[in-house]
């Protein structure tokens, strides 16, 4: 309806930007099937008033076949009821193409390099990194079904400070393991139990010779092992969610093996401009801790939307974060990402702007980074905060948490809410069996509709019982006994999919094919209770075939988005809930 939308348009507002056009369902269902804001945002480029721009395209659209009934209300906005008929049509499109409804070109396969969980190899994952690890995972997937090439990444932070606390940390336990009594763990270094194996490991492989070494010499190597091991748990951890990762990108690949990265693109920076020896004022905020009145290496941010000129070199000669993170962003221009989005922890929200910077410059301004900041998980039982782990020392496991309430539920559960909007994560009423709990609702919705199926073979036996025989069985079904307004409501929904999977992949926002889900799936539990009250709405009526099997093609629709959309989320689509 959108290209039928714009057509109409294009003669009134020649040259005008016609993207700007969206066709999307009204909030009030009574306006009809359809709502546009074209007259609104044409009339300007029309040099028409939006009123009367809006009746001459209204006037166009009510010439469309598909159309019932055109209205325009308010200041412009124009209303568009379809023909009972399109709704049945687009079922027959359902059944044809089965979860493949909704796959989109819209991506033209162009490239995007989403990167995603990214923690220091420093210890197990927690709940944190885990709404990361599910959203940027669901964004590649929708993405992915929206024709963009798709590739995912995970950036090893292996060269900073934290991970020479973790080789120290790492060598209290080789000690251990030699038999030493170490007593408590050091204030500053990490006290889980997750490095006993990695200090089993060393004493098994070095013996006691580490020990004899100055640290200068034991560090790197004990880094290399601990980092090595931590890396094999976070991708065991991940493996638990379902989380794949197609990159791992070492930081220290930056500086290591004959070549400097980094430095090689300040200076190409320097060349082109972008990077400039000079001093920054103080801060307006008054916060003076970590500003330095010295003459250093800056990159010219400001010259690209941020604040203030970030500063490249420490005082002590080595490079900021910012550096490494603008020669890393590098390369993945270089491997032909003009489309980027980081996936982030929200503490991290100050750092955009000069990222976004920084792209633009490395790129020539020919590549864009979208952030996407993931707020906190509160993790909650009955309401209560849970206690720290004993494992990890100071926090709660993303493993145990998936081993406790299983993998749907923490992946579904953590993409019901908005990305920036903070989470709390209650492990009992995860697990719920009520409507209450989405992705329990969601979940019984896709095993209800198999019930349906499993309880028409007695009424039908010829009715195959897998997805695809049984799809192309029902295409015979007559959709237009689809008649009442409760099924007339659910076909609509139906054909919302592709609409909003676009919507979702453009915004970047999985969470939208989450809210989608549950709403059909309330839809579909509505509908069947209303058949339990008035038994000529239910899906299997005795002694009619055809009516029944045109409910039966509907209810293989429903079976068919949810099973769709919730392996986009990483969800299981169960047959029968024990």
């Known amino acids: 309806m959108l290209a039928r939308v714009r057509a109409a348009a294009a003669p009134l507002a020649r040259n005008a930007d016609l993207s700007r056009v969206v066709v999307e369902p009204p909030r009030d269902a009574s306006h009809g099937d359809m709502a546009t804001n074209a007259a609104m945002v044409l009339a300007k480029e029309a040099g028409k008033k939006p009123r009367d721009l809006a009746d001459a395209i209204a006037e166009a659209l009510r010439a469309e076949p598909l159309v019932e009934k055109v209205d325009v209300a308010g200041p412009g906005f124009i209303n568009l009821t379809l023909k009972s008929h399109v709704w049945g049509e687009e079922l027959g499109v359902i059944l044809d193409s089965g979860t493949a409804y909704g ?54 932070n292996d060269a900073g400070a934290q991970v020479d606390v973790l080789a120290r940390s790492a060598f209290l336990r080789y000690r251990e393991a030699l038999g030493e009594s170490i007593g408590d763990i050091p204030e500053g270094l990490y006290p889980g139990d997750y490095l006993v194996p990695v200090g089993a490991a060393l004493a098994a492989e070095q013996g006691p010779k580490l020990k004899a070494m100055d640290e200068a010499q034991w560090l790197p190597l004990v880094r290399a092992k601990a980092i090595a091991m931590m890396m094999d748990m976070i991708r065991e951890d991940l493996a638990a969610l379902d989380v794949h990762h197609d990159v791992f990108f070492s930081e220290r690949s930056l500086i290591e093996g004959g070549k400097d990265t980094v430095g090689a693109t300040i200076e190409n920076l320097r060349k082109s401009g972008e990077v400039y020896e000079g001093r920054l004022p103080p801060p307006k905020s008054g916060n003076v801790e970590d500003w330095e009145d010295r003459e250093q290496t800056l990159f010219r941010s400001t010259g690209f939307g941020d604040d203030v000129d970030r500063p490249l070199i420490k005082a002590d000669g080595g490079y900021t974060y910012f550096a490494s993170d603008i020669a890393y962003h590098k390369s993945k221009v270089d491997r032909g990402f003009a489309n980027m989005i980081d996936v982030w922890g929200a503490d991290h929200g100050g750092y955009v702007k000069r990222m976004q910077a920084a792209v633009k410059a490395v790129s020539g301004g020919k590549a864009a980074l979208d952030v996407k900041l993931i707020q906190l998980v509160r993790l909650l039982r009955n309401g209560e905060p849970v206690k720290m782990s004993k494992r990890s020392g100071d926090f709660v496991t993303l493993r145990e948490v998936v081993d406790e309430v299983g993998r749907s539920a923490v992946r579904f559960d953590m993409l019901y809410r908005k990305n920036d909007a903070v989470l709390d994560f209650d492990l009992a009423k995860v697990i719920e069996a009520t409507k209450d709990n989405p992705v329990f609702y969601v979940q019984y919705g896709h095993a209800r509709a198999q019930r349906v199926f499993k309880n028409a073979r007695t009424e039908m036996p010829a009715l195959p019982e897998t997805g695809p025989e049984r799809a192309a069985f029902l295409r015979a079904a007559a959709i237009e006994k689809l008649t009442d307004e409760g099924e007339l409501s659910l076909l609509r929904k139906l054909a919302l999919y592709p609409r909003m999977i676009e919507a979702a992949a453009a915004a970047h926002e999985p969470h939208r094919v989450a809210f989608y889900l549950f709403e059909l799936a309330s839809e579909f539990h509505a509908q069947y209770t209303r058949g339990n009250e008035a038994p000529h709405l239910r899906f299997i009526i005795q002694n009619d075939p055809e009516t029944t099997m045109a409910r039966l093609a509907l209810v293989q629709g429903i079976v068919t988005i949810l099973a769709s959309g919730l392996a986009l989320l990483g969800v299981e689509a169960p047959d029968e809930m024990r």
């Not at 162009?110 to 923690?119: D, G, I, T």
């Not at 944190?128 to 995912?152: I, K, P, S």
């Open 103 to 156: 796959r989109s070109a819209m991506g033209a396969q162009e490239k995007v390099n989403v990167e995603y969980v990214s923690a220091n190899p420093t210890g197990p994952m927690h709940i944190g990194h885990c709404r990361g690890a599910v959203f940027g995972d669901a964004l590649a997937n929708l993405l992915a079904f929206a024709g963009y090439d798709v590739t995912r990444e995970y950036y090893i």
